[in-house]
């Protein structure tokens, strides 16, 4: 246990039971304890291989490369359709968590063996995500935007394209590239 970490369990209103139990159960599998992002995170040889979070309506286990998992038990959650690699497993009561003490380190465990491996998930490319036509239109015109949005890092282009697609109205749409078309211009990111 990293004494760093402790505050977590300590202010958790909700879930306090269950984040003890998952913390327990993760340290039993050998991994070195963490705070990243606010939230302890498990690692192996300073690779992330699982994290504990809670939100409102559960807790759950988060598995970095969750995606390479093999999943036999069909417990896995792809958060959303954008998340590419990681994949949750839920809990709203402790005694669910204590049910499955044995296939959490099962897939702990695995979970390690694809980091020990080396194992990566295949990524989408930046240009498989959808360009919003509204947004392809404004790269056509502006060069200058064009150029600043082909030096951003993937990740960051990644964001945008989700941010603008995911409107359903055209409205919608070009309100969100004409808002971003600054913050773009001057090399920041969606969230920067």
Not at 69 to 78: F, M, S
Not at 134 to 150: G, V
């Amino acid at each position: 246990m990293n004494p760093k970490v402790d505050f977590y369990f300590n202010k958790a209103e909700n879930w306090q039971a269950e984040l003890v139990q998952l913390r327990t159960i993760v340290l039993k599998c050998g991994l070195n304890e963490e705070l990243k992002w606010g939230t302890p995170c498990y690692t192996y040889h300073k690779n992330n291989i699982v994290l504990i979070h809670a939100f409102k309506e559960y807790c759950a286990l988060l598995f970095f490369k969750g995606a390479l998992l093999q999943d036999p038990d069909g417990v896995l959650i792809q958060q959303s359709e954008n998340v590419q690699a990681a994949r949750q497993i839920r809990f709203t009561n402790a005694q669910q968590i204590i049910a499955m003490e044995t296939t959490l380190k099962t897939y702990i465990f695995e979970a390690i063996e694809i980091e020990k491996a080396g194992l990566k998930v295949q990524l989408k490319k930046t240009n498989e995500f959808v360009m919003a036509e509204e947004f392809q239109q404004k790269l056509n015109e502006i060069s200058a935007l064009k150029t600043a949005f082909e030096a951003l890092a993937p990740g960051r282009q990644r964001a945008y394209l989700l941010h603008f697609s995911a409107a359903k109205q055209s409205k919608t749409r070009v309100e969100r590239v004409e808002k971003c078309i600054p913050q773009i211009l001057n090399g920041k990111g969606l969230n920067d």
